[in-house]
């Protein structure tokens, strides 16, 4: 079977949808089909030009090719008799970034026509999709929500599990991911001085500015956390990464409000590891069951500070719980065999 | 330099205007440049011709990137104020072939007012180019017939890191390309029925229908040559065609008025071995002359297999024409760095 994949594309950049529709495409070959990637340029500024590129995407013509698999506003547009959406996201500007005071779309009769026009436009090529699945609850309430149509779930799994296949623990709190405001390492090192003085913290992963460095550096300090906590501020490759939580007592992921599972917690549950999450984490909860394999507390210093100090009090129970971690995220089934039955069905 | 490397294809079939922008993508990326490909699909169906060109018009990179090198049809008509085409054919069935029996169309009131359309909207779009390259002198003498537009010559280079093969020169003449009428792999075939040495021969490549391999097949066993003659209908990667080509004496191509000298050409030249081409292949004639560095003769059966055998019972000759025509290739300087500079300049 021959197979596109279509993705939206701003030059020059590349992401975690840039990552996930390689990895896509490269799983769909590896089952024996051919399959190509699509990336079409879009950009949202100027407003005026959305219209023009909307109707660009109804005009090409997809020849050679039994399956379209399309992930993005307005790349779902293309027209194809057997189109699946697999949805990323929709344009949001024109939904609940708009709603929320957040879009730059004008609140003039102008800009009532464009979020108008993006809802039936997004109709019609919902409706002559064969299936819609999406990547999150949140992304299928609000395409129920805005556009009534229903979607299936369909979460995006591990790219790379091969590097998380666990491994004896060393005994450290392990904190993943890129390091910045939202994602709250700094908060962790303030929840060090609650803790045990038997806790020890890593911090791995690129600084998303050099005054998210500082202001770890400077916590550290103030606080006198020297001796332990470990920083790895740095762009790790994947064995890196993997090497960090395959030997990490439990790992802690307490980013702000997040869509999605968070890819940060699935790899600490592939690797067998206990998961620390606060109650604000958003999406990242449903990796968690409160005292099966891990804890979900208030995002303060001291709350956090406790879980470290449980987490950490015996090797025992923190492997008990990241078995348990593993098992409550294997029955969930995130795996690309999955989703590509799916995908392809 | 931010350079976007702009181009159409057609999923799932490879070949020589895809070679072109990896190959170029990766030399850009070689001497330091950022790149980024933007290759959109594009269908030959007329009825779909201007509303894909529309969807090309709505891609402006004017923001992104620092140059756009455009190079397949409809590519050029994106926007971008340092617009850079390097122009390998026109949509032919609406050009030169208009005249011929590969005419994709009949010719009607409609039809004549599309291409007529076509050829307005082409030489305004190729006007705004700040540079203009082709790919040989014929397909420059056509923008020039057609559309009045002057170009330079860009010869395009096969990659650099294009392995070589010390294999020694067998009884065989080989021709790797897409099987395809147009390529005229069946000609060879009539001219081996007609050869008085025991040269064997080699075709091989992707059919681009397969109807035309068991053609071949078939053709070759009614004229009772089945034995002396490999038809291989697949994908030949680069290595095993160094390997394959330099295990033979000769090379053949023989493309009906072909846009550049082709890189089969190129592929002979670098295991120097001589090409057997026809007086109406086109661009081959820029690179090989009769008696210099191959042989070029009538397309006849009778013309070929006289080539044949004075190629196989000269093989002195043949090994000395093999390595006139890897001089000739120095001599038209077909190099990346001539490439560049001149895209860049």
New interface residues.
Partial sequence: MKVVVANNMAPFLWGGAEELAVNLVDRIQRRGHEAELLRIPFRWNPVEDLPAQMVAMRSLELENTDRLIALKFPAYYLRHEHKTVWLLHQFRQAYDLYDAGMSELPGSVFGDEIRETIARADAQSFDDSRNIFTNSPTTSDRLWHYNEFASEVLRPPLNDPEHFTGGRSEGYIFAGGRVNGAKRQNLLVEALAHASNKVKLVIAGPPESPADRELLEQTIERLGMQGRVTLDLRFLSRAEVGDYVNHAMACAYIPFDEDSLGYVAMEAAEAGKAIITTTDSGGVRGMVEVGNNGWIVDPTPEALGEAMSAASQSGALAKKMGKSSRELWRGMNVTWDYTLDRLLS | M?V?IVSSF????GGGARNIVDWLAAELEKRGH?V?K??????D?PR?LF??I??FR????T???DIAICIRPPAYFIKHPRKVVWFIHHLRTYYDLWESEFRLTRDTAITRARRDSLRRADTAALGEATRIFVNSVVVGERLKKYNDIESTVLYPPLPTDYRGSSNDAGDTITYISRLDLTKRQHLLIDALALTTSDVRLVLAGKAADASYSTFLREHAENLGVEHRVTIDDRWVSDDEKADLIASSFAVAYLPVDEDSYGYPTLEAARVQRPVLTAVDSGGVLELVSDGLNGRVVEPTPQALAAAMDDLFFDRDNSARMGVALSQSVSDLDISWDTVIEGLLS
């Fill in positions: 931010k976007a057609v999923p799932f079939v950022e980024v933007v290759l959109l699909p594009f269908s169906e779909f509303q894909q529309a969807a709505t891609i402006d990179l923001d992104s990137a």
